[in-house]
């Protein structure tokens, strides 16, 4: 059903990225739509069908020669009549073609109007509208695969199927309470508190899911640390692949925070090699100090590095709230050295041990490679999630007090509903979709 809050004007952006490429797309959309075809083309295109076409601007001048594509309403991923021109991909032939679009009626659209007038239409739901942006932003395989299972529906189904279980277990309890001088019957009572322990399971089973896909969409945030000369800069380099750090056997080489981006198991990940910390730096040394300290309480994971058979003390003041994951290096300079329990033994060297590392790593930051479908979810995703668990963890309590009971669950509904969009605010869109890009 189209929405009263949709503004019916025409919108009119380029689509494609900024530059230059061999073929450029303009995508308009609203009832002018048609207008605006006819005007620039001459006439309107079979819908949905590609056709060969001129494009000319108000007076009549040819701007370009290419493809036109026509989807009327509501066949279209707005919901609208929606025409796409496609031609040659440099700067000023797009920018013509666009004026010329904006001067038949249209007006420049903002960043991700198309989109959200896509959800305002009915044609996804909030949490597939965001999982657009999230396949355009991927930055690795995997991410993108989790996105693309979030845009066709497989995560909105998921949470759509906990709200249906809360309709149902609501749909119980208000039975009862619609009949308060009866003695409640214990089945009924047994019923419920069953049927809540499913959807507590079946809750906590796709938040496992999403804070998996959180960790593809976010990345985990490495950061290596230790005294000066421990092999942090080589330790770095070998995770990369490259020789990103400067390497040489005077302490204090590092002095300032080098940053990679790196993949292990299509987990993206960012490697933060920091300067050595000890108590008697010098000034420009001192600098470079602090700015570990700052990396690392923002740190998802610290890999704590120590030369093995060298100084065994860890640096003081590491944050006690940060994962951490101790290693030594430099094993292969050490061949009688006994890694302590619990730590793990490397050489940045010759490699070994590199896969026992780069797997606590990822099981560090809460990844587990278990085949199963993850849910690239987001922040506000998790947010939801948690909510409802807190209030389905809290109706468990109130079982005798059926009116409370029940207020918990319709908190918990509402907490999931958010994340498709079934409740919703104007300003949480505004703040979802100016994220995303102009044009889509």
Known sequence: MPSDELARDTIAAIATPAGRGGIGIVRVSGPAAVAIATRLLGKLPEPRRATQSTFRDAQGSLIDRGIALFFPAPHSYTGEAVLELHGHGGPV????????????????????????????????DLAQAEAVADLIDATTREAARSALRSLTGEFSAAVTRLGAQLVELRALIEAILDFPEEEVDPLYVGDAAARLARTRAALDDVLVKSRQGSLLRDGVHVVLVGRPNVGKSSLLNRLAGDERAIVAPVPGTTRDALREAVQIDGVPLVLVDTAGLRSDPDAIERLGIERTRRELESADVMLVVREAGGDAAAPEGLPAQTLRIDVYNKIDLAPDFRVPAGALGVSAKTGVGLDRLRESILQAAGWGATGETVFLARERHMRALETARGHLAAAAGEMARLELFAEELRLAQAALGAITGEYRADDLLGEIFSRFCIGK
């Not at 038949?104 to 239409?121: D, H, I, K, N």
């Open 93 to 124: 032939v797009m920018q013509a073609v666009l004026g010329a679009c904006l001067e038949a009626g249209a007006r420049l659209a903002e960043p991700g109007e198309f989109t959200r007038r896509a959800f305002l239409e009915g044609k996804l």
